[in-house]
Structure formats: structure tokens, C-alpha cells
């Protein structure tokens, strides 16, 4: 069966830290992994990894994928407030599903 | 630019009731998504369709049936609403091949 872990579960930083932010995953025919950043309603499209080794980086925020281990790190440096909400880490496999992790809650505090 | 656009955006349902969720996309995509989140539970996959008269179970189908007979559309019904369906419901579409899925805004049911 299709898994995707991320951890931790909820974090709470003040601004200015770095964090980073973990996804795992054990998916027949991976395709594909996708970081979203949910606030208040639908989760909104961060990065899209498919090769190994090859950082995404937008603005703050970076991302790095490792097929041969199976997991993904979301970084954000120089934390803000508006960064506070979940984070969601997910696959696409042959299966043509996303599987979603449960999330890693993130507060950053002024 | 409507995107993926979820009617109703909230609902109060009474236990036994039935209802249908509607989606549409406007981006001509051939995969649709509905999925359920719970507060510590993530994004739960219902059911999906990879084209016009597809559909196929997702992790948590029992209790819901969908129908996809516009590609532009795809429905989400609750036959006999239980409390357990308390939940925001997500609606989803791709390209397929991996890229990324656009989301609607959510529809937020309570079964009372």
C-alpha cells in the first residue's frame, strides 16, 4: 500500500529560524513529489520533484528530492509569520493517485 | 480564471440525509479528485476518475458514490449522511502525468 510520512507533526518556531521539513514515502511506480502550503482554505502548489539530487527553490523556500532513500526536505530559511500553516508532501505514482501525507503544522511566531 | 470551483461552500446536514457536492474545472484537465480532511488525518483520497465515464476508489470510499459524466464535472454524493461524515471536502484536478493538482475552496459538512 501507497505511504507518504512527514514529520515533524506540528512545529512551532520564532521569525528568523530555519526549519525543515521532512516527507518519506513508500509508493509503487513513483512519478512524482509535490509540496503544498495550506493556510486557511485549499492547499497551493509549492514544488514538483521528480529527479533526484536537483534542488526547487523559490524565494525562501527550497527543496530537495532523494529517490535512492525515499524522502523530501522542504526548507524555509529566514522564517515569517505568513509562513504559518500546514505543509502537505505528496506522491503521484502509476496508480495516477496523489497520496497525501498528514501534514507538518508550522506556527512562526513574531 | 475559475479554476476548480466546490458548490456548496458549507452545509448542515441531518443523519440519514442525502446530498451531492458538485465540481467543476474549467481547465479542460482529465483527472478529477475528491478527497476529505480531518484535523490530523491529511488529505484522504474518497474517490477519483481519470476520464469522462471513469471512476475508481480511493483509501475511504464506503459511504460515498461519484459520478463523472461531464469531463468538466465530477460529483460527490452522500446517499445517508452520517456524523462520521463531519468533514472539509476537497475537490482536485490534474493533467495526469504527475504534475501538479489545483484545488477548490473546500466544502465544509457537518452531519448533526
Known amino acids: 500500500e501507497d505511504k507518504v510520512v512527514q514529520s515533524p507533526l506540528s512545529l512551532v518556531v520564532h521569525e528568523g529560524d530555519t526549519v525543515t521539513l521532512n516527507c518519506s514515502y513508500e509508493?509503487?511506480?513513483?512519478?512524482?513529489l509535490l509540496w503544498y502550503k495550506q493556510e486557511k482554505k485549499a492547499p497551493t502548489f509549492l514544488f514538483m520533484l521528480?529527479?533526484?539530487?536537483i534542488e526547487k527553490k523559490s524565494g525562501r523556500l527550497s527543496s530537495i528530492l532523494d529517490k535512492k532513500e525515499l524522502f523530501s526536505i522542504l526548507n524555509i530559511t529566514a522564517t515569517q509569520t505568513g509562513d504559518s500553516a500546514i505543509y502537505l508532501c505528496?506522491?503521484?505514482?502509476?496508480?495516477?493517485?496523489?497520496?497525501f501525507g498528514t501534514g507538518t503544522r508550522l506556527k512562526v511566531l513574531a | 480564471n475559475a479554476g476548480v470551483t466546490q458548490t456548496p461552500k458549507f452545509r448542515v446536514l441531518k443523519t440519514g440525509q442525502s446530498m451531492t457536492l458538485l465540481c467543476a474545472q474549467d481547465?479542460?484537465?482529465?483527472?478529477m479528485y475528491w478527497y476529505r480532511q480531518d484535523p490530523g488525518m491529511g488529505l484522504r483520497l474518497i474517490h477519483y476518475?481519470?476520464?469522462?465515464?471513469?471512476?475508481a476508489k480511493g483509501e475511504v470510499p464506503d459511504g460515498y458514490n461519484v459520478s463523472r459524466l461531464k469531463k468538466q464535472n465530477f460529483l460527490l454524493g452522500l446517499e445517508s449522511a452520517a456524523p462520521s461524515q463531519t468533514s472539509v471536502y476537497f475537490c482536485?484536478?490534474?493533467?495526469?502525468?504527475?504534475?501538479?493538482?489545483?484545488f477548490g475552496q473546500g466544502t465544509r459538512l457537518t452531519v448533526v
Open positions: 505528496a506522491t503521484w505514482s502509476g496508480t495516477y493517485k496523489y497520496i
Open positions: 482536485a484536478s490534474s493533467t495526469g502525468r504527475g504534475r501538479e493538482a489545483f
Open positions: 521528480t529527479s533526484s539530487g
Open positions: 509508493v509503487t511506480n513513483f512519478r512524482s
Open positions: 481547465m479542460n484537465h482529465e483527472y
Open positions: 476518475s481519470v476520464g469522462e465515464g471513469t471512476t
